[in-house]
């Protein structure tokens, strides 16, 4: 009897803690850990807390949805500050895409403005660099499977098929987090693009970016992975946070309140 | 039950619209009254004639006439004053950036803890102000944002505005929030990143903003040629 009742608190105990944090919709758990990204703070380790990403990049008929909820994004409405030229130019009107364009396609052309406000008006927000690249460094079995060749020849592949922004998502097979399309898509705004110091200037208007690309980081850099990942953070690099570009779309990620959060 | 729900998507949606829509005040037809759905249910979209909104069907209002006077006064699409972020200043008051609004802003981020290139940076505002006519100086507002708000409270900054002799009415010093900083410094396309706990590394930009908060000019590295800078601040001041 007692062992009965015991094993009854057992199994509510345990479905209450499941209940706790319940996972978010269309979101994956990532278990956080140390890392060491290609660049780094001091150029070495960093720390990324656990935290949820979505599956799949924004697609465009989410940021329809957005779109009429915030009209102040539509792309007549939005203003210079926030976003260039370019900004939904594969749009027709201010709530419709062209018919060229596919609902389930990742949305491009937007800048870092509108993509940080979406995130945060879904109460999310943008990955980090280092987030975006700890998740990215896993393929389907291996959280850093950077030093597997054969991981680093398939990102490059993807990164020569041309015009993938115009493919629909989840075409990519997940990774070991659950999360599909990090490579072979788009390029994804993170919500510190602007800490790559790097820019056709950086000699000159940076103070110290030798930790950077001049210095001794880029000539150490000898595999494929370096590569892609040169290539990665140099787009960031170039970028201005009002750029809205073909190829460039995003995702949002969560905090899991520190309660929850059990890597440190 | 589901005037339960009905109530609640409406709450839901009231939430909403006061969390994220920050009104977007546009330029609209004025010769002709307008109407709008009060919730703005399609956004800014006007009505010529009164009735019900198609969406929640609340009667639509007409559009205040009051906003035709502001227009003179309005922001401009490129003005940073469109952006809401918080901010304190080094006497502890909170602010907008449009609080600013009325003086020709010559603005740069820094982080006081810097030992590197922001003494140089800071010499290099001092330097600009050197060479402004005290008569200019009540047309213009010296501002540094620090890129370490965790580091530099108010107190820090005004300690560090007293260790810099930079504590007259002319110079403001702004704690931002991280995200408020990050924000602002994309507006500047001003790149900065945390090296260690107490170092960052940074561009060196001296930016400088009209009376509406436009950027006029932006002059860039350490210790270069102020003439540029000072001439537009000189023409602004005018």
Known sequence: MIKNQASRLLFVLLVFQTMLYAQSEGMVSIKGSRYLPLYGRDSTVVAVKDFEMDVYPITNSQYVDFIKKYPKWQKSKVISLFADKGYLVNWKSDTELKDSEKPNSPVTYVSWFAAKDYCECQGKRLPTIDEWEYVAMADKTTKDARVKPEYNAEILAWYEAPRTNENTIGLHPENFWGVHDLHGLVWEWTLDFNSVLISGESRKDVDKDNNLFCGSAAVNATDLMNYAAFMRYAIRGSLKAKYSMKNLGFRCVKDIPNEFNSSF | ?238
């Open chain 2, 1 to 238: 039950m589901k005037h339960l729900k009905i109530i609640f998507s409406v709450l839901i949606m009231t939430i909403a619209f006061t969390a994220c829509n920050s009104k977007t005040s546009k330029n609209t037809s004025e010769a002709l009254a307008v109407y709008q759905c009060p919730m703005q249910c399609e956004g800014d979209k006007m009505y010529r004639v009164a009735g019900s909104c198609p969406v929640c069907n609340m009667d639509l209002k007409p559009v205040e006439k009051a906003s035709k006077v502001l227009e003179t006064n309005e922001i401009s699409e490129a003005s940073i004053f469109n952006l809401t972020s918080k901010w304190h200043t080094e006497e502890g008051e909170e602010i907008q950036l449009k609080d600013l609004k009325g003086k020709t802003l010559v603005m740069v981020m820094i982080y006081t803890s810097c030992k590197a290139a922001c003494p140089r940076l800071v010499a290099d505002m001092r330097n600009i102000e050197a060479e402004i006519p005290k008569e200019n100086l009540k047309d213009l507002n010296f501002v540094l944002i620090s890129i370490d708000p965790e580091t530099d409270t108010p107190e820090r900054l005004k300690a560090f505005a007293i260790e810099n002799l930079m504590d007259d009415e002319q110079w403001t010093f702004l704690q931002g929030t991280e995200s408020g900083v990050r924000e602002f410094a994309n507006v500047l396309a001003m790149k900065y990143k945390q090296i260690s706990p107490i170092d960052f590394s940074h561009s060196n930009i001296i930016s400088v903003f009209n009376t509406k908060g436009e950027l006029i000019h932006q002059q860039e590295g350490l210790g270069v040629n102020n003439k540029d800078t000072v001439d537009t601040i000189l023409e602004l001041t005018q």
